[in-house]
């Protein structure tokens, strides 16, 4: 298996723009979530999605920041517009969605917003 | 709410030498504990979880966790320590009830020659 997949692996923009990060989950898996580490704030959960459906994004920082999931296979995390204080590595992991489903994480995008 | 604390930053050890890592955890039904380490500009990777049966579980690369209930804990322990077991170590904790995975603030483990 080709675990998850996320692009791109390094995303440098200037504030303001938009940013979209994409996430391909490990086939199979129903549930897919999307986390940001810093260093002042550790590894926050933003959103998690079951079946294609949003379940929890309490952790979305603000209306800047949007996720979706068109289908089993794609979600995308989008920034409009990007701000400085974005700049964060962000993970996608995926879940088979059934207790105890073990996490399984990208190897992550670092976006820097200039 | 579910929390876990992992109460040190970090933890050095020389090679050869047993390590602990330690976390507790705070959860209001059934726990499941996981472990992730994070290797420099790398994703997480799992390396083990309790469920529920033998309170030593045993996972990837010769580490192992015990999980205390009276004591809320799952530390992770490895007989003899490599240099390559040098990363960021972060303890998770589901509760029975919720989906989503509460994690500590990571616990960078160093391992001298």
């Known amino acids: 298996d080709a675990g998850v997949i996320q692009s791109p692996r390094h995303e440098v923009t200037e504030m303001g723009q938009e940013v979209t990060l994409r996430c391909k989950p490990i086939s199979g898996h129903n549930s897919l979530f999307w986390y940001r580490q810093t260093m002042m704030r550790g590894l926050e959960l933003l959103i998690y999605f079951n079946n294609n459906v949003p379940i929890d994004d309490s952790g979305m920082p603000e209306d800047r920041f949007s996720a979706k999931m068109p289908n089993a296979s794609f979600s995308t995390l989008k920034i409009q517009p990007s701000e400085p204080r974005d700049s964060a590595v962000y993970f996608c992991?995926?879940?088979?969605?059934?207790?105890?489903?073990?996490?399984?994480f990208g190897p992550g995008t670092r976006l820097t917003v200039l | 709410a579910q929390s876990v604390a992992q109460p040190e930053d970090q933890v050095n050890v020389a090679e050869g030498n047993p390590l602990t890592v330690k976390c507790t955890y705070s959860v209001s039904g059934n726990p499941y504990l996981f472990w992730y380490v994070q290797y420099p500009n790398r994703g997480l990777q799992f390396l083990l979880k309790?469920?529920?049966?033998?309170?030593l579980v045993k996972g990837s690369y010769g580490f192992e966790a015990e999980f205390n209930k009276s004591q809320t804990s799952f530390h992770l322990k490895k007989p003899s320590a490599l240099v390559s077991d040098s990363a960021l170590y972060f303890c998770?904790?589901?509760?029975?009830?919720?989906?989503?995975?509460?994690f500590g603030t990571g616990t960078r483990l160093l391992v001298s020659p």
């Open positions: 309790y469920i529920t049966g033998d309170n």
């Open positions: 992991a995926s879940s088979l969605g059934a207790p105890p489903d073990t996490q399984y």
């Open positions: 998770a904790v589901r509760d029975s009830g919720f989906q989503k995975l509460v």
